[in-house]
């Protein structure tokens, strides 16, 4: 509790500073420039710095490496792994059809071109539903047996079904 007093100041600037950034980010950023500071803190005032560790990291899933990692290779699956990479990883309760375009575009998969067609798809084969609607936007959510879908694929005793 000594070194929250001690760095209260400077522990407000840095959390302030993260919260510009993007979410998936900010815990990270936070510990890097926490242990930067802090190195430098001990450095001036003459204390020895502790012995250089290398502490494992909790890196964010990337979407591509869900994708890969579920081995699948049709629109409509890598649309459902997506979504699911939204709702389990983004922390995004529901999602929209402009969220699950970024999130190709953040995979670097080719998006499908009438992307309300595949959404429309999904919709109509129950792994997507209707969430709510702000203004003209639609909000949509996994299915449960959607989730399932996806665990299933992610899982390395059964494998992808189709």
């Excluded at 560790?53 to 899933?61: L, N």
């Excluded at 969220?99 to 670097?108: N, S, V």
């Excluded at 499908?112 to 792994?127: C, G, H, I, M, Y």
């Excluded at 299933?152 to 005793?157: E, I, V, Y």
Aim: proline share 3%; charged share 30%.
């Amino acid at each position: 509790m000594e070194s929250i007093t001690r760095n209260r100041k400077m522990l407000i600037q840095l959390s302030e500073f993260v919260k510009e950034l993007d979410e998936s980010v900010r815990a990270e950023a936070f510990r890097f420039l926490l242990t930067q500071e802090l190195g430098e803190a001990s450095a001036r005032s003459g204390a020895s710095a502790p012995a250089s560790r290398r502490e494992p990291t909790s890196r964010a899933v990337a979407p591509q490496e869900l994708i890969r990692k579920s081995r699948v290779s049709m629109f409509t699956q890598k649309a459902v792994v997506l979504a699911y990479w939204l709702e389990e990883y983004q922390q995004k309760s529901t999602f929209t059809s402009s969220d699950l375009r970024g999130a190709f575009e953040q995979a670097r998969e080719q998006a499908p071109r009438n992307l309300s067609d595949l959404v429309a798809k999904l919709e109509a084969t129950a792994r997507i539903m209707k969430a709510e609607k702000v203004d003209a936007v639609q909000y949509y959510r996994l299915t449960g047996s959607a989730m399932q879908e996806v665990d299933r694929w992610l899982s390395p005793k059964e494998g992808k079904e189709a």
